[in-house]
């Protein structure tokens, strides 16, 4: 009798032992399913989904007396098979986007921080940035670039306003998007915020396309206007086909001071060496972090994930692929008319 | 004359019952209790969060877990719950739904719980720019109805409603009913439905009332319409007075030790002694329950449930749950072309005689397939 009830302990302690790995199996392979698992085994749960913050900050997101969700939460919802009503789309993996078209079109990465996030939100921003793609012609273009653009102009005798500057500066995410040209008028420094997206917006030309060695040109401000005087007639350059983007590497001599900022602390490459005084030196070396170089939680924060932007890019490079041959095709079509 | 009314008012049951014949029993009607009335300023004006559950609430969740199940039994519970509740037919109902009645003034419908996901950049159709918040209506059915008359008999019922309202009990996401407790899957075994995650209760009149069961859906709305919505504010935890109340705390320099971020007096002397009630102070900021009134719905998509509202300043954090239900703005409410065309009790998939297009805009507001601006000269 004895020997039996041994026996039976046994098999029932194989039996938990063997259940509690079946069971995070189970929990890996239908993660997906619903959050039950993640509420009856908090201990245990192993989570399989790539957040972009420490487990620990992702449990407290989690908590239940939270007054919100996570959206990985939220898409769980979406995808059960409970609910009713809405439907996600499969997204088709094709041909991928070059690694390079993050940079030709920043702005379709969303917000790297996770609790301002949302996938259904996001791609219906992509649809409409597309969409208004679609009707206007936004070219590739970059920080040092040439560009003219057109918008209405209630104000303006003709109601058309045609400026042309150098793209001084190029922000925002998704409909927000913006960008800086700056030129001198009548011997006066003129900057122009322009929104790419909006409706205002007749058209986008770009007469040279070039890079610079900064991301930002605003120390254009403090240096001598004949660096950032274009002439409003100044016919486009083409350049060959498939040809890279040329960087121009011209060094620019700052006035004298006062500036604007404290360049000397920015780390600048497209000026020219600054005669440092003690009182500079001493300031840059307070407020240098050399240890960001090194910090890699804070790029990962700062950046989307690489698969999810494989992801994005792709369909954007799709759609815009597509875009770009209708223009074509329409665009003979008139020549043939002619 | 209010303050005669006001002292006779309480005596009124007493005499009654001291001059009323001995065979007859005196019952009192929840309606003849008399408050007396206090008038005091309202503090604090923020809400204190509860620490304690009401007690008429049901417990939610369980820690309850089998330990002796297997995967290929895991497996088996899942296929269950799901043919239990995804796998049966379209609607529920099982007589049909109520009866439908017209869309009068007075009338106030249910409202949904939206999630909010965000807010989005729009413009106008003059090139002006505004800002949208999205929310989505997710999975929402209507679980429970209480007509007036049990209503009035509730501890959440105000004397002052009357017999006006009834309650529409409105739940929000399905999930797999293991982690609730039992009391709490037992309230959805009226309606149908899978348990939800989240339930709310709107006040509506009967003739708005909508059968349990029924599935509502962003098409409850039209564009064009205002809404309020009401949600929880972000939470903050316990903060300081600077950040709470936006005091100036002092200099940090010249001397000043250890009290760069602190109040300064908490009150007078005299015979403004003592600190006084309301005194703002550190504590828990935020996780308040706020409501912004008449947003107007410029846009909406059917297929992803989304509504665009004019404006920011919905409360809380993208994912927190929003409740959206028509105006109580006198001036925002519906004129008599609108009124015809309200979806009641909700909008059902049979009223809709064509397929509904799946966005649909404000008639002020820039689409995005729409040509840029275009400004005509003025000949002089």
Redesign the interface.
Known sequence: MATSIAKVCQSVKN??R??DL??Q??CCL?AS????SH???PKKLQHVINYQRTRAEVARALR?K??????E??DK??K???????ELVQEEKEDVAPREYRYVMPEFLPNPDF????R??EK??RR??L??R???DIPEFYVGSIMAVTV???YS????NRFVGICIDRGGQ???AYFVLRNVVDGLGVEVLY?L???????IQVLKLEKRLDDQLYYLRNAPLEHSTFSFDMQPVTLPRDAPVPVNTTKVKLNPKPWEYRWERFNLKGIEPIELTPKMERGIKEHAKPWEDYDLMLKYRQTVNEDEERSIMTEVFKENSHIESQRKSSRTVLRKKK | MASKAAVTAPLRPLCNFMFSNTNVTVTLAPSSVCFQQKRYRRFPKYVVRPTTRKPWHVRKWTEKKDEYLDASNEQFIKEVIIDKYAKVAPSPLKDGPWERNPYLRETRRTGVLALKLGSLLHWKKDGTPFYVTVLQVLDNHVINYVPPELYATYPSHRPHQGLRFGMQVVGSLSCDPRQFSKPYNNLFMKAGVPPKRWLTRFLVTPDAAVQPGTALDVNHFKVGDYVDTQGRTRDYGFQGVIKRWGMKGMPKSHGTTKSERKMGATGGGGDKDGIWKGKHMPGMMGNYLRTMYGLKICRINTRYNLLYLAGVGVPGLPHTFIRVSDTVLPRRQRNEEQMAEVAMPTWFPEDAEESLPEEMFADDVFQFTEPSLQLEAEES
């Open positions: 039996l938990t063997r259940s079946l069971y199996q189970a239908c399913f619903s959050s039950s509420l009856s085994h239940r939270q007054n919100f969700l996570h959206y939460q939220v919802h979406r059960s098979p409970l609910q009713s009503g809405t609790q301002y996030r949302d259904v939100l219906m921003e409409d940035m969409r208004r679609a009707v206007i209405s102009d209630p005798p003709g109601k058309t998704g409909l927000q929104q997206y909006n409706p205002t917006v007749q058209g």
